[in-house]
């Protein structure tokens, strides 16, 4: 099954909640976003854990050093999952992969910033997901996350973000992303329940047709 992870990059940690409860019906994955971490700490992610004990839910800590010591500070706090960045050096990587092992984790590495060259790098260390991410700067430059995925050709579980919205959910779905990672589009609607139905339906749709 394809699942649909919520971001929630919001800066006020009542905002996110308040947001998360519309559309919790249709995801799968809450995200304590970067914005949301820094603005209001770990605490985030143990909140949202404690409000939503039956989703998983993604600490994206960007981490780009002390690997297995930031997996442990989101472990701590009840992530399901974490994040680190391709950027990073591959001893960070690699630390932050056997840390999430240990501690009964996942890991997405993030690419964010970095080419092809890098991310095949990255997919021999075997994380649980490569994360073709295309951040809002580079949006607003032009840079596409089709362009992004379809260069790299990831031969690994992937989690794919990046300006994804109803009209190109189902590309990625088809592209073979195993988890579909929305934020602005749902968070910033005026129905912000009736996005969430919209993109799950049309993700499971999408699926569907990729299984005939």
Do not use: W
């Amino acid at each position: 099954m394809v699942l649909l992870q919520l971001a929630l990059d919001f800066i006020d940690l009542d905002e996110a909640i308040a947001v998360a409860k519309k559309a919790q019906d249709y995801v799968d994955i809450m995200e304590a976003g970067t914005p949301l971490i820094k603005s209001c700490g770990i605490r985030a992610v143990r909140v949202l854990k404690d409000t939503f004990p039956n989703k998983k839910v993604v600490a994206d800590m960007k981490t780009m050093d002390t690997g297995a010591l930031e997996v442990s500070i989101a472990a701590d706090a009840g992530a399901d999952i974490v994040t680190v960045l391709a950027a990073a050096d591959a001893s960070t990587v690699s630390e932050a992969i056997a840390e999430c092992r240990r501690r009964g984790k996942l890991i997405y590495v993030d690419t964010i910033g970095t080419g092809v060259e890098k991310i095949k790098a990255i997919e021999r260390l075997a994380p649980d997901y490569i994360c073709p991410h295309v951040g809002i700067d580079q949006q607003r430059k032009g840079i596409k996350l089709e362009d992004v995925v379809r260069e790299a050709k990831i031969g690994i579980p992937m989690a794919v973000g990046g300006g994804i919205n109803r009209t190109t959910a189902a590309r990625f779905v088809e592209a073979g992303a195993k988890i579909i990672i929305v934020g602005n589009s749902i968070t910033r609607a005026s129905d912000v329940q009736g996005e969430a139905k919209r993109i799950r339906e049309i993700v499971d749709a999408a699926e569907k047709g990729a299984h005939g």
